[in-house]
């Protein structure tokens, strides 16, 4: 148990101090598991609501950590945004979105990928965003292939040099979804404005559609108002086939969830291309 007392400021600060020290060896680690390809992209297969069929998928980063075992990107993306190893973590997973396209080509032409992005590699002065679209045409793939998932965040900023990239991926024809929508402050003239292509509905709300009435009104209204505004939607976090049916019933356009799909190791996600849903 804790002693608190005379001592109370002592402790407070050495619990600090314990903290930052871990954020110390958790930055090491992560140099360290760059140069050793620790990292690896899993892909969760994203379907059409109407047909089942993959015509997505999203690219989630995984740390195989040679002795802690399976490091969530929950607990190493926000300590990777403070710092520039972010940047090659973006690079990593727009590689590995490349490799993944091309080996699937022939497979399912039709098939899109999403990346995170994080506002981070939006802001700083030496990004490589701008280089991607070069990069895709040295592989002749075209940036409508790709989706880069932002969050509300990076919408709002104005006028900044962020928007302006933003922007210019548009031009480029790289599509946009705006990640964890609902959650934050949204503005949907925002959506509008920023030739957005998709939204994601948060698994919060999914979660709750089967008991809740009031989680499904959010569900329909969302889609509504996406569809509005011309917009398509992805629902995540379905588990369930109810889950599944009320969303169809409420027209939301793509499913992302376990009831599909876990996210798949590259390989396993090709090979699950190749032979189908089973
Ligand atoms: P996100 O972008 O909202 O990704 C969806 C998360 O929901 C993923 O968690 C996915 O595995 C999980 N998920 C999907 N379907 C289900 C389901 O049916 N049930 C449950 N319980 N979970 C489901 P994951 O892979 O742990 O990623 C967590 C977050 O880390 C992501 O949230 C994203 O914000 C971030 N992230 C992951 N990969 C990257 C990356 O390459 N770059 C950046 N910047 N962020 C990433
Ligand atoms: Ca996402
Ligand atoms: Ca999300
Ligand atoms: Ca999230």
């Not at 490349?98 to 030496?126: D, G, W």
Request: glycine letters at 6%; aromatic letters at 8%; a negative charge.
């Amino acid at each position: 148990a804790k002693q608190i007392g005379r001592n109370g400021f002592a402790l407070f600060s050495s619990e600090l101090r314990e903290k930052a020290e871990q954020r110390i060896l958790l930055l090491k680690d992560m140099r360290f598991a760059l140069a050793q390809n620790q990292f690896e992209m899993h892909f969760q297969p994203i379907v059409s609501m109407h047909t089942r069929q993959i015509t997505k998928a999203e690219a989630l980063i995984r740390w195989q950590h040679p002795n802690k075992g399976m490091i969530s990107p929950d607990q190493f993306i926000p300590l990777a945004e403070e710092t520039q190893l972010i940047h090659q973590l973006g690079e990593f997973a727009f590689d590995q979105a490349v490799e993944v396209l091309q080996k699937t080509r022939s497979l399912n032409s039709q098939l899109q990928l999403s990346i995170n992005v994080s506002p981070i590699q939006f802001s700083a002065k030496h990004t490589t965003l701008l280089a991607w679209q070069n990069q895709l045409t040295k592989h002749q793939l075209t940036p409508d292939m790709l989706v880069l998932e932002i969050t509300e965040g990076l919408m709002m900023q104005g006028e900044g040099r962020s928007q302006k990239r933003l922007t210019k991926l548009i031009q480029q024809g790289f599509a946009i979804a705006l990640d964890d929508f609902g959650t934050g402050y949204s503005s949907l003239a925002y959506l509008k404005q920023m030739d957005t292509e998709f939204i994601k509905i948060d698994k919060r709300f999914v979660d709750g559609i089967e008991i809740n009435e009031d989680d499904l009104v959010l569900c329909e209204t969302m889609i509504l108002m996406a569809h509005q505004l011309g917009l398509k939607v992805i629902a995540e976090g379905i588990e369930t086939a109810t889950q599944h049916e009320l969303l169809k019933q409420a027209g939301c356009d793509f499913g992302q969830g376990y009831f599909y799909s876990k996210p798949l190791p590259k390989e396993a996600f090709i090979s699950y291309l190749e032979h189908g849903n089973a």
